[in-house]
């Protein structure tokens, strides 16, 4: 089993930056791909940003340039800085990490971030 902490939320106004971590605990042996995703209210959960074992990332198009994924898979952890924030950033953000094999897929209970215009 593994555990997704995450820290980091608050309210922030547009055009600030707030950065998001994600520690994992547990068993994490296997762990791929980890990533962020986010839920506005009456939205669907959608990603952001994810970041495989190797390093290589993917970004949702609306925060290209403006948020940056790490991981450090020796503190088990990740994290997304997020730069220049849009009040449409506004969502509880999610920490995920991916079992490759059993193919088994782990959720953090969520942070809010809230954007001010």
């Known amino acids: 089993q593994v555990q997704l902490v995450e820290s980091g939320g608050g309210l922030v106004q547009a055009g600030g930056s707030l950065r998001l971590s994600c520690a994992g605990s547990g068993s994490m042996f296997r762990i791929g791909d980890m990533g962020w995703y986010r839920q506005a209210r009456g939205k669907q959960r959608e990603p952001v940003a994810t970041?495989?074992?190797?390093?290589?990332?993917n970004y949702a198009d609306s925060v290209k340039g403006r948020f940056t994924i790490s991981r450090d898979d020796a503190k088990n952890t990740v994290s997304l800085q997020m730069n220049s924030l849009k009040p449409e950033d506004t969502a509880v953000y999610y920490c995920?990490?991916?079992?490759?094999?059993?193919?088994?897929?782990?959720w953090g209970q969520g942070t809010q971030v809230t954007v001010s215009s």
């Open positions: 970041v495989a074992r190797g390093g290589s990332t």
């Open positions: 995920n990490a991916v079992r490759d094999w059993p193919r088994t897929y782990y």
